[in-house]
């Protein structure tokens, strides 16, 4: 990749590296910015609607208003509801109280069924009521489990990918806020795509609680086997290592009958000779102690199979074969690329976690227990599951390409998880210095005096136990409480190593959880700030929580701009209602609304509405010319034209064409239909003239050809004949073109509704033939 791409990437989208960044720089609204610039000039506004087609500057208009009237750090006192995370997202959850790590895709084909979503035109909601994830208490600093809400998906084309020290990754969209730590020691939220190499955001270790399990055999039992087996296992500490040792070292065998339907089974588990022959003696001993029937012989390996090299100890028990193959395999695979962890693992208490872990280690591991392990696989999905589970069992975990890395504190010179942002409490030392009974400047020499931007949790809980607290002030005593919990929580600080943007083209995911917020996700655990689930739960919880917050005293109110506020459900509106009253001298609402007659009249008539035009044409493309001229793109005057008519003056929308067709090389014409997906209008003019001109079999070949060169659906390409139909290239008598209009909205019912493509087009195609017969296609002009 050039060094000028790897710049895009590491700035991140053009829609937000050249968002602009105050009302000044907003183009095409002069009277709205006229009067938002008084806002500013005076400190004071009442609450605001913002209404107008997508893309035409609500949003940023919103963000530079904030921006002019608190500076650069306007996001401490402005609270937006957003978020999204890629489809194969990790994520630790609880559904029904059973414990799994699932990606947000699985949670998709579990809660996206039937006709449960409700559809929006920000995308798709699904209320759940049997979903807890993991989340983090303000109060303690201790992570726990939450109930979410909603489960939401919409499509996209991009998505941020962040790389994280040690191993761990996270794709989400540029405008899901994660969270960090600001200098005041408070968890706050950032925008992925403000996001930079250097930066930190927040990961936890914790330990928590489980119970002792019982395996359930009953439904893997063969009614007909003649064997008598047990129906449940405890799964305890003992078994709990032997299900670890199996994950690393097992495999599977079944016979099977003549309709491939596996009849007996066994698990097998392969160990050195006789290097572990101990490894043989516990299996037997805790086989023994299960009554499970085993057989044990000697194998070679390798070239020479003379030479015994391992001992196979096979369980002979159907049902315990049957079980492992479901829950240690993934998508119906048996071999070593498919193997997970058990979700009843999760379940387990800590003891039985860690006796897991151990089991684990005897078969992949290296290095030694409660120092440094390296646990390797070819499954994938193993390591992620692996690096959760260390995390919930109090052990620090970093992920790679092919191994787990589990660090103990002593292990290693310094463990990630006992890092903690070192300038809030430098911050707050400098502040009550007086109070401080050591030197403290001399345990925090390195961050002082070089620079180094993290400290582990040990010493500045060392300091902190130095205060004397009878010293301090009331607000100096909240803020030490503060920093307390945030030195003894579960969370820890993790860098950021590297940030790209990626083509993505699929669905992405948040979740709602209504008490705080918050949620962690990723290949190790991210903390993420959840949606704006547009529902009663979060308005009556976070919108009230940060409107009723204390008023820094240079603040005049502070901002909640609620994006899409016309997808807000009638009770949500009308507690939204009920808040713009109550918090008025310390709170303004700023509501964005595609639709503003979907916005309660109590609401519409408390606010100061802003109407925004759609872009000229003239605005967009010399806004276009300016970001290629800044991006060094070669570029044609007709294709930012073409850009303009695609994007329909959404201005996002036409610099994110920009960006794509700049990818290809030169934005021409032909690039940009390619990257958004349509056919040269030229070509579907030639079908249309074609098929009024009787040659019904060419114009469906050249359908054919549009759609498998374009990659388009059918309703993709019933958009752009409709929209050729009434351009100045083809004349037809107008009750000819209403004629047409109405069959174009029938065809496009039937694809939405599920129809075959190339069915429903070539019966439009056929009856544009019979149109053109009947009007004598000598007197149809078509012009190219």
Request: aromatic share 8%; hydrophobic share 40%; net charge positive.
């Amino acid at each position: 990749m050039s060094s000028r791409s790897e710049k895009v990437l590491a700035e991140l989208l053009w829609a937000e590296k050249y968002r602009p960044k105050s009302l000044s720089e907003i183009v095409n609204q002069e009277e709205v910015v006229r009067r938002l610039q008084q806002f500013v000039k005076e400190r004071n506004m009442p609450h605001l609607l913002f209404a107008g087609p997508p893309g035409t500057g609500k949003t940023t208009a919103a963000h530079a208003l904030a921006h002019d009237l608190y500076g650069e750090d306007y996001r401490m006192y402005m609270l937006e509801l957003n978020a999204s995370v890629a489809k194969d997202t990790p994520i630790l959850v609880k559904i029904n109280d059973k414990i799994r790590r699932v990606t947000f895709e699985e949670l998709d084909k579990l809660y996206f069924t039937g006709d449960n979503k409700i559809k929006l035109d920000d995308g798709e909601y699904v209320k759940v009521d049997d979903l807890e994830v993991l989340s983090i208490d303000k109060d303690t600093g201790k992570v726990k489990w939450s109930k979410v809400s909603w489960l939401i998906r919409h499509k996209v084309d991009y998505v941020v990918k962040i790389k994280l020290e040690g191993g761990g990754e996270i794709k989400l969209t540029g405008n899901h806020s994660v969270i960090v730590i600001n200098s005041d020691g408070e968890l706050i939220e950032r925008k992925a795509s403000e996001i930079r190499p250097g930066d930190y955001l927040v990961s936890f270790v914790t330990t928590l609680e489980g119970k002792r399990k019982k395996i359930n055999l009953k439904d893997y039992i063969i009614r007909s086997s003649r064997v008598k087996a047990k129906k449940y296992l405890v799964l305890d500490e003992d078994f709990a290592w032997l299900l670890g040792l199996y994950v690393a070292e097992g495999a599977l065998g079944f016979k099977t009958s003549v309709n491939n339907v596996p009849t007996s089974g066994q698990a097998v588990i392969t160990v050195g000779y006789p290097g572990e022959t101990h490894l043989a003696s516990k299996i037997q001993k805790i086989t023994s102690k299960y009554e499970i029937p085993i057989y044990v012989n000697l194998v070679g390996s390798g070239f020479n199979r003379s030479k015994l090299s391992a001992i196979q100890i096979r369980l002979l028990s159907t049902a315990l074969a049957r079980y492992l193959k479901v829950e240690t395999y993934n998508n119906g695979g048996t071999t070593a690329g498919f193997k997970r962890v058990p979700s009843i693992i999760y379940e387990l208490n800590k003891e039985g976690r860690v006796a897991f872990l151990k089991g684990v280690c005897k078969g992949d591991g290296s290095g030694k227990w409660g120092e440094v392990v390296r646990l390797s696989s070819k499954s994938k999905d193993l390591l992620i599951d692996l690096a959760w589970l260390a995390r919930i069992s109090g052990i620090e975990s970093s992920i790679f390409d092919n191994e787990v890395k589990l660090i103990w504190r002593g292990g290693m010179k310094y463990r990630k998880s006992d890092l903690m942002l070192a300038e809030p409490f430098i911050k707050f030392f400098e502040r009550v210095s007086r109070a401080i009974n050591i030197n403290w400047r001399h345990i925090l020499r390195h961050q002082l005096y070089e620079g180094k931007r993290t400290v582990s949790k040990e010493k500045l809980l060392q300091i902190l136990m130095s205060i004397d607290t009878s010293e301090l002030s009331d607000e100096e005593y909240e803020i030490y409480r503060k920093l307390k919990t945030l030195a003894n929580s579960d969370i820890h600080v993790v860098k950021i190593v590297h940030t790209e943007v990626v083509k993505y083209y699929d669905y992405v995911y948040d979740v709602s959880v209504p008490s705080n917020n918050l949620f962690f996700a990723g290949t190790i655990p991210i903390l993420l700030h959840n949606s704006d689930e547009r529902g009663i739960d979060v308005i009556r919880s976070k919108v009230k929580e940060f409107a009723r917050s204390r008023l820094p005293a240079n603040i005049p109110f502070k901002i909640v701009l609620l994006d899409e506020a016309d997808n807000m459900t009638a009770d949500a509106q009308q507690a939204l209602r009920r808040l713009m009253e109550m918090y008025v001298d310390v709170t303004r609402f700023i509501l964005i609304a595609n639709y503003p007659s979907k916005i309660i009249e109590p609401i519409q008539s408390r606010c100061a509405v802003f109407r925004f035009t759609p872009l000229k044409k003239e605005d967009v493309a010399a806004r276009l010319k300016w970001i290629c001229e800044r991006e060094s793109v070669d570029f044609d005057h007709e294709a930012l034209e073409v850009i303009y008519e695609i994007s329909e003056g959404d201005m996002r929308k036409a610099i994110n064409i920009l960006q794509a067709a700049a990818a290809l090389g030169k934005v021409n014409v032909a690039n940009v239909y390619k990257v958004v997906g349509l056919a040269h209008p030229k070509e579907v003019r030639e079908m249309i003239k074609l098929a009024l001109a009787g040659n019904f079999m060419k114009a469906r070949e050249l359908m054919r050809n549009l759609m498998l060169n374009y990659g388009l659906s059918g309703v993709d390409l019933i958009k752009q004949i409709h929209r050729e139909i009434f351009s100045t290239e083809i004349q037809l008598p107008e009750h000819v073109k209403v004629e047409i209009a109405d069959y174009v909205g029938d065809i496009q019912f039937r694809l939405v509704e599920g129809a075959d493509d190339e069915i429903q087009l070539s019966a439009f195609l056929a009856r544009l033939a019979l149109i053109g017969k009947t009007l004598k296609t000598t007197t149809v002009k078509v012009r190219r």
